[in-house]
């Protein structure tokens, strides 16, 4: 690309140069090899020097520090995780499943303090998130997840209709849920100077250097190879790019809008007082957020997964979600139907087949990996980085025992059927929230899918 700026409003809003940094100039040898230098490359980089300042570090890049979901996401530094936590306590027991959404929440704390160690000025704003229940069957699922909350101890609240407004007052409000573990962010400014941060450690970032194999051992890139005692696979969404992956993690595309900054009084009306993150309790996610600048950024899923995990830069733009999410916008919030909208983008994220974010490090291989996050990864990578910098250098610590350390989620189907299966899903899911708004009861549809996708 010749044009970063185009990527984002973040990408277009962020202070600074965007020139690439020079590209692997020869073959060389390092310590740890790190796949991507979007934000679990750069949390990793940062917390291995950290721990180790002779390491020697490399980090190669297809583009720009940034350029995948960590510069174009939604701007939400959440607690959250793409496994229910009453599931993963069937899986891994109630104290795991504990101690991994403890962790979850710790890291969006820590994302703020090394945002303020380091002179990050990522438009931080610790408000939580608050998401709506707007039919029937929305404020029963939002009454599920408050007791399933309580139950495990989590810190969500269940709003009535008035302390919902009070936040958010969208149309259709019957009530919400909210917690405070979640920062609205403006994502750029936090990778592009975590980039520069991790080089002012040591470490070494090679843009434009595309990786085109990883084996143990070895980076083999465009420029030239890599040599390291560990390899570090930090590419998410764009995983299915390298050999022998293209199944690892579906590149699933999420696309969103940004208005021109709101006046006033049309904030007055609409609420995010505080900068809350929000949604609401439909199947097929919807997201937004109220930036520094005062703009209203709002995203969602409903693009299409394309046959054999094909990823393209004209993905990134669908006049016809573009469309529905202005439409969106606009059935939410009136006052906003007639705004100028000036940012269209969008970008893959990675899910994996039984929707597990996971961490790990094969000792016997020295190829580690994070990923999977499925669009939940602003603070998830940081939680990565922290526990890959333990497992390198061999640290026994509460983050090395963690449920997702170590998990291995099963291949996503070959094709035609994971076109089929994937497409299908977003088809039942968009039918399911439209039944649901002209009924009382819950889609029995959606809850097979989620069950056919193993959530």
């Not at 899903?425 to 009861?441: C, F, V």
Request: charged share 25%.
């Amino acid at each position: 690309m010749s044009d970063y700026r185009g990527l984002s409003l973040w990408f277009d809003t962020v202070p600074g140069s965007l020139e690439p940094r020079p590209g692997l100039p020869a073959d060389t040898t390092v310590d740890v090899a790190i796949v991507g230098a979007g934000y679990t490359g750069l949390w990793t980089a940062y917390y291995l020097l950290g721990a180790d300042p002779t390491l020697r570090v490399a980090l190669v890049e297809a583009e720009i520090a940034g350029f995948g979901a960590s510069g174009r996401n939604g701007g939400w530094c959440s607690a959250l995780y793409p496994v229910g936590i009453a599931t993963l306590a069937r899986e891994s027991g109630r104290d795991a499943a504990i101690a991994q959404y403890r962790a979850l929440r710790d890291s969006v704390p820590e994302v703020a303090r090394v945002s303020a160690a380091e002179g990050i000025d990522a438009d931080l704003a610790m408000g939580g998130t608050v998401v709506l229940a707007r039919s029937p069957s929305q404020l029963a699922r939002a009454r599920a997840e408050a007791a399933e909350a309580a139950e495990y101890g989590l810190d969500e609240e269940l709003l009535d209709e008035s302390a919902a407004r009070a936040r958010l007052d969208a149309t259709g409000v019957l009530g919400a849920t909210y917690t405070p573990h979640c920062a609205a962010i403006h994502p750029a400014k936090l990778v592009r100077r975590l980039a520069d941060a991790v080089e002012d450690r040591g470490a070494r970032v090679y843009e434009r250097t595309r990786a085109t194999g990883i084996e143990p051992g070895l980076v083999r890139t465009s420029r030239g190879t890599v040599r390291a005692d560990v390899v570090v696979r930090a590419t998410e969404g764009y995983t299915a790019r390298l050999p022998g992956l293209r199944r690892a993690l579906a590149p699933v595309y999420s696309l969103i809008i940004a208005t021109e900054p709101l006046p006033d009084a049309t904030w007055e009306a609409i609420g995010l007082r505080e900068r809350e993150t929000f949604s609401d309790h439909r199947h097929l996610i919807i997201y937004g957020q109220r930036t520094a600048d005062g703009r209203m950024v709002f995203g969602g899923r409903g693009a299409p997964y394309h046959l054999a995990s094909r990823i393209r830069p004209d993905y990134d733009r669908v006049p016809r979600v573009f469309a529905e999410l202005e439409r969106s916008l606009g059935e939410l919030f009136p006052v906003l139907r007639d705004v100028p909208i000036t940012h269209r983008w969008g970008g893959p994220l990675g899910i994996a087949r039984d929707w597990h974010a996971s961490v790990g490090l094969d000792p016997s291989t020295g190829l580690a990996w994070a990923g999977g996050y499925v669009g939940d990864g602003v603070s998830t990578t940081n939680l990565a980085g922290r526990t890959l910098a333990d497992l390198i250098t061999g640290r026994d610590t509460d983050l090395t025992t963690l449920p997702w350390v170590g998990h291995r989620s099963r291949n996503w189907e070959p094709e035609p059927l994971r076109w089929l299966g994937a497409n299908a899903g977003l088809s039942a899911m968009t039918w399911a929230d439209h039944a649901e708004t002209r009924g009382s009861r819950q889609s029995r549809l959606a809850s097979m899918v989620n069950a056919m996708m193993g959530r």
